[in-house]
Every structure is written in C-alpha cells, then in structure tokens.
C-alpha cells in the first residue's frame, strides 16, 4: 500500500465516524439556508490574476513533518490574501497534514474574502457539504484516488453546491479525466504513491490539456523564474505552500516572491 492508498484507506474511516456524529440528512439540512449565498470564483480570480499564485496554509505533511506546527488560521491566511495571493488552499485533513475544517471559518472571520480551495482527499459528496460549510469556494479533486464515474458524481454534486471542482491529475494515464471539463485544471508535480516532486511534471502534460483551459501547476516550486517558464507553458495559476510555510513570516515570504516575480 503507497502513501496515497493509506490515506483514502484511513479518510473512508473518518468519514464514516464523522456520519454517526453529524448525519447525512443533517450537514444536508445545515448547508441548505447557505446555497442563496454566492462563492467567489477560483477560476475567475486565476484569469484575473497578475500572479496567479494560490498560496497554501499547510502545516504539516507525510514526508516532511510538521512544517510550521504553530501555524494561526486567524493570521496566515489573511497575511497572504494582503500581500498579494490571488488564492488560497487551506489544508483540512487533521491526521496526515494537521488540518482542519475549522481553519477556513477561522480565516473567512478573519477576514478573508479571496477564493479559498478545501485541500483534502475527497472521497464522498458527504466532504463537498463539509466543504460548503465552512465556507470553501472550491474543492480538489483527485483523479488517482476517484473511477472516472465517482470523479463526475462528485463534481456534479460540487457544481450543485455552488463549488468549483479543481481536478488534479498527475500521470498521462489521468489525463482521460479531462474530459470531464472541469472548472481548473490541475497537474501535480508530486507522486502522491511516493511523494517525489519533479515541476517538470507539468511542463511534459501541459500541452495535453485544451489551450484555453485555466490550468494549475501544483507542488514543488520555490522559484519565481519556474513560475515564469510555466507561464509560457499556459498556466495561469500555481499552488505553492512549502515555500511559505517553512518561514517565520509566510505572507512576507510570498510578497518577496511576487516582487521577484514581477521584476
């Protein structure tokens, strides 16, 4: 069993215990009253974007630890949305990443109104209510852990509830769920069987993605010339966490790296 079998194997779980405790007809019912309210639009704010960058509040992970264990979802997500993130991914798996469903309430009251991605390993159109609730504006989809049918159930079920679906592909074998037409297309640079990074990744899988869509590199850059060259490569967005996150002060770490990048 790879990493990524582990922890679908281990979410299945979670899920099942998080049904006894809050039913599926009543996160249904609780999510209900908040479909009237609009969801800022991830693949808007990518076209829109001078940057693109989606910057990840991401405190821990299977191969490197804890990353920034003390971490504030009251701080680091704000500090990102004012020095210039055009996005946010907020990691909400609790055992393998540290995460919360809690961290995106915490940041919205916070104050940010920036479209925020639920990180997680989606499984079950139970998480896409969990996600509506606590205020997310788009989910990821996984190709490598979801059947092409299971995949457009759930995207379907997102669309439903006002969220857009980034799905991530990693290998040319995922790339038949492109066809799926998602809201952005994503290409991770990370096995996430092993959790080696190559950002070549994207550039050998990009031209295989229809030219207009928005698409997002995932993983592995820690370099604003590498956002450059995968900008000439068509994509508009890319999720950069690790690179912030090891430092003391991430938003200030991703506003070094915009100025970079524009200079």
């Not at 006894?20 to 908040?34: A, F, G, K, M, N």
């Not at 040319?172 to 096995?191: C, F, K, S």
Request: net charge negative.
């Amino acid at each position: 069993m790879d990493i990524l079998d582990e922890i679908v194997a281990h979410k299945r779980i979670e899920i099942a215990a998080m049904k006894e405790q809050l039913s599926e007809r009543d996160i249904h019912r609780l999510v209900e009253p908040i479909l009237c309210q609009s969801v800022t639009s991830l693949s808007n704010a990518l076209r829109n974007s001078d940057s693109g960058i989606i910057a990840e509040f991401k405190r821990k992970s299977p191969s490197k630890g804890w990353i920034h264990e003390d971490g504030k979802a009251d701080v680091i997500p704000f500090s990102y949305q004012q020095h210039g993130a055009s996005a946010l991914s907020i990691l909400t798996d609790e055992m393998y990443f540290g995460g919360k469903d809690e961290f995106i309430q915490t940041a919205r009251q916070s104050g940010v109104t920036i479209p925020i991605l639920y990180k997680n390993f989606i499984v079950d159109e139970y998480q896409l209510f969990q996600a509506r609730r606590c205020g997310a504006s788009a989910v990821l989809l996984i190709a490598a852990d979801l059947s092409m049918a299971e995949c457009k159930s759930l995207m379907n079920t997102a669309h439903e509830l006002g969220l857009e679906v980034l799905l991530e592909m990693h290998s040319e074998g995922d790339l038949d769920y492109a066809n799926l037409e998602p809201d952005v297309y994503g290409i991770n640079n990370r096995n996430l069987g092993t959790f080696i990074t190559d950002v070549e990744n994207s550039f050998r899988l990009a031209s295989r993605l229809p030219a207009d869509a928005v698409k997002v590199s995932e993983s592995g850059i820690s370099s604003p010339d590498t956002v450059k060259s995968l900008r000439l490569a068509g994509f508009r967005g890319f999720l950069i966490g690790e690179t912030f996150m090891k430092t003391g002060h991430p938003g200030s770490t991703l506003q070094q790296f915009i100025k970079a990048l524009n200079s």
